[in-house]
C-alpha cells in the first residue's frame, strides 16, 4: 500500500439526532467540499456548554476531503450547521493511494464539471 499523508483528511462534525444529515451532507458533497460523508447512528453526546452539563442525543458525521478543501469546507459548514459552534475536529488520515487519488478527485471545485466515466 502505498501511503500520502498530505492527501486525505476526516473532518468530524456533530448534529443533533433530529437534524437533517442527509441533507448536510448532500450538500457539501454536491459542492464538491467532500468525496464522502459517513452518517452514524444516533449516540448520547454529554458536554459542557455555556456553563451547564448537557446530554443530547446526536449524530456523528464523518467527513472526507483533500486538505486544501478545509477553509472552504469549515466556511460552509458553520454556514449550513444548526448549531452556533458546530464541531470541526480534522484528522490526518492514512490511507492507500488509489483511495487518496479518489478524494482528491471527488472533493473538486463546485464550478469543476464532472469528469466522464
Given at each position: 500500500m502505498?501511503?500520502?499523508?498530505a492527501?486525505?483528511a476526516?473532518?468530524l462534525t456533530?448534529i ?6 442527509v441533507?448536510l ?10 468525496a464522502c460523508?459517513n452518517?452514524l447512528?444516533?449516540?448520547?453526546s454529554?458536554y459542557r456548554?455555556q456553563?451547564a452539563v448537557q446530554?443530547?442525543r446526536?449524530q456523528?458525521?464523518?467527513i ?13 459548514l458553520?454556514?449550513?450547521?444548526p ?8 484528522l490526518g ?6 483511495y ?7 472533493a ?9 466515466d
Amino acid at each position: 500500500m502505498t501511503i500520502d499523508l498530505a492527501d486525505v483528511a476526516v473532518v468530524l462534525t456533530s448534529i443533533s439526532a433530529d437534524a437533517d444529515a442527509v441533507a448536510l451532507a448532500r450538500t457539501l458533497v454536491d459542492e464538491g467540499l467532500a468525496a464522502c460523508v459517513n452518517i452514524l447512528a444516533p449516540m448520547q453526546s454529554v458536554y459542557r456548554w455555556q456553563g451547564a452539563v448537557q446530554v443530547e442525543r446526536e449524530q456523528q458525521l464523518m467527513i472526507k476531503t483533500a486538505p486544501a478543501k478545509l477553509p472552504a469546507l469549515e466556511t460552509r459548514l458553520h454556514q449550513l450547521h444548526p448549531y452556533e459552534l458546530p464541531e470541526f475536529v480534522v484528522l490526518g488520515a492514512e490511507a492507500s493511494l488509489a483511495y487518496t487519488e479518489w478524494v482528491a478527485s471527488s472533493a473538486r471545485d463546485a464550478t469543476a464539471e464532472p469528469a466522464d466515466d
